[in-house]
């Protein structure tokens, strides 16, 4: 069964633009989280997806953004990016019956 | 409120346990996790445990919840050099709609030599 794949690895950006990120989950998952990886700050929470629906989200300015489609794949969307938005950003996926939640691989945000 | 701590570092001998610690202050945590992560990849999932049991061995890997003192305990048996890697202790905080949104500790690095 494959894992949870994310796309691009790695990237590359400079201050002012905007980012997508993309994630896929593992098949029969619906539910999508994605996290923030940095040095100083650790793992945070950004926001959840759930049959499109955005459920839960974090404490995040609204620069951070997200979607989810029919079939689960979720997108994140950084705007007017800052040198702080480097980071790790981590997909996660589970079943809606299960607490079980998968990583995938990240994405390597590197912000100029 | 929501936090999560965990030693930073942690050395072993090769084929001794390990035990790493960790402490969560949400009361209302209903699950807890320990995670793996290796360099340059994502987490690993390695097990976890519902918050009204006491223990749960899985292997090599036994965790130990003391609710009462919100202390998270994971025990490697016969550590491997393999083992070394950043071990992430997190607490699912209940939400509207489901239990996804995970508190995660600093990270504890575990360092394992012959």
């Known amino acids: 069964k494959a894992g949870v794949t994310q796309t691009p690895r790695y990237l590359i950006k400079t201050r002012g633009q905007q980012v997508t990120l993309s994630c896929s989950p593992i098949s029969g998952h619906r539910s999508v989280s994605w996290y923030q990886q940095t040095p100083g700050q650790g793992l945070q929470f950004l926001f959840e997806?759930?049959?499109?629906?955005?459920?839960n989200k974090g404490n995040f300015p609204g620069r951070f953004s997200g979607r989810q489609f029919s079939n689960s794949r979720s997108e994140m969307n950084v705007s007017t990016l800052e040198l702080g938005d480097s980071a790790l950003y981590l997909c996660?996926?589970?079943?809606?019956?299960?607490?079980?939640?998968?990583f995938g691989p990240g994405t390597r945000l590197t912000v100029t | 409120g929501e936090d999560v701590e965990q030693s930073l570092f942690l050395s072993v001998r090769e084929g001794d346990s390990s035990v790493i610690n960790c402490t969560y202050t949400d009361s209302s945590s209903t699950y807890l996790y320990w995670y793996k992560q290796e360099p340059g990849a994502g987490l690993q999932l390695l097990t976890y445990?519902?918050?009204?049991?006491d223990m749960k061995q899985d292997q090599r890997l036994t965790v130990l919840l003391n609710k009462k003192d919100k202390h998270l305990s994971l025990r490697i048996a016969d550590t491997q050099t393999g083992d070394s890697a950043i071990y992430f202790c997190?607490?699912?905080?209940?939400?509207?709609?489901?239990?996804?949104?995970?508190?995660f500790g600093a990270g504890t690095r575990l360092a394992v030599h012959p």
């Open positions: 996660a996926s589970n079943r809606d019956t299960s607490y079980e939640q998968y």
């Open positions: 445990i519902f918050s009204n049991m």
């Open positions: 997190a607490e699912s905080i209940g939400l509207d709609g489901g239990y996804n949104k995970l508190i």
């Open positions: 997806y759930f049959s499109e629906t955005q459920r």
